[in-house]
């Protein structure tokens, strides 16, 4: 993911917000999250960004865009390991590259596989660990020089959605992201690291 720093920094990251959801968790009453716990379908809209790291810190990221999701367990496991399992797919009209002495670069992303374990103890605040695989195309070539406009990410992260009534959450993460073109491109020196954060509005179905 790029230098020990910025792994350790990511790690505390994961260890804040898993603690904050369980500390949460413990002191929730209604069940606003009953809805993660079954099979069932959600949608959301989602805007975020981040920048690159290491030998990429001239590069950051914004995005815009909508995600639809599927819980595809019930509850399973136990203590605080119990959670449901959930794929979403996500695509990203607004998908803006920004180089610091050099043109922005419009593109599209799509991420169709977002995996997803949900802890769900808590019964408001429910944190999760992701997995990432996606496409990004360009407007122009990225990086910039004999590379190509079509990318592909793949990436880690951890979040937390947090239900303001049944059926409604608001969300946010930190992935740490990776961008390459798999030698489409004569040179393929892509984006080793980045960090890139969300937030989000979700609906889940009753």
């Known amino acids: ?17 898993l603690l904050s959801g369980a500390v949460a968790g413990m002191a929730q009453s209604d069940d ?16 975020g960004g981040g920048t690159g790291l290491t030998d990429r810190t001239d590069v950051q990221f914004v995005r815009a865009g909508v995600r639809v999701g599927r819980v595809l367990t019930g509850e399973l496991g136990s203590g605080v390991a119990r959670g449901t399992f959930e794929v979403n797919a996500e695509i990203m009209p607004l998908d803006y590259v920004l180089w ?3 043109k922005n670069v ?20 429910i944190p999760y660990f992701l997995a990432q695989g996606g496409m990004l195309w360009s407007s122009d070539n ?4 004999n590379t190509s406009k079509i990318n592909f990410t793949s990436g880690a992260g951890v ?22 073109n798999a030698s489409l491109g004569a040179h393929n020196p892509g984006v080793n ?11 889940w179905k009753q």
């Open 1 to 17: 993911m790029g230098s020990p720093s910025a792994m350790k920094s990511f790690r505390i990251l994961m260890l804040a917000l």
């Open 32 to 47: 606003d999250a009953a809805a993660i716990r079954r099979e069932h379908w959600n949608a959301g809209v989602l805007v």
């Open 100 to 102: 610091s002495r050099y």
């Open 106 to 125: 419009y593109g599209f992303g799509v991420n169709p596989l977002v995996m997803k374990w949900n802890f769900t103890q808590g019964r408001k605040t």
């Open 142 to 145: 990225v990086p910039r020089g």
């Open 159 to 180: 979040g937390m959605n947090y239900f303001i009534r049944p059926g409604r959450s608001v969300n946010w993460d930190v992935r740490a992201t990776h961008l390459s």
């Open 193 to 203: 690291a980045s960090l890139q954060f969300s937030v989000g509005y979700n609906w």
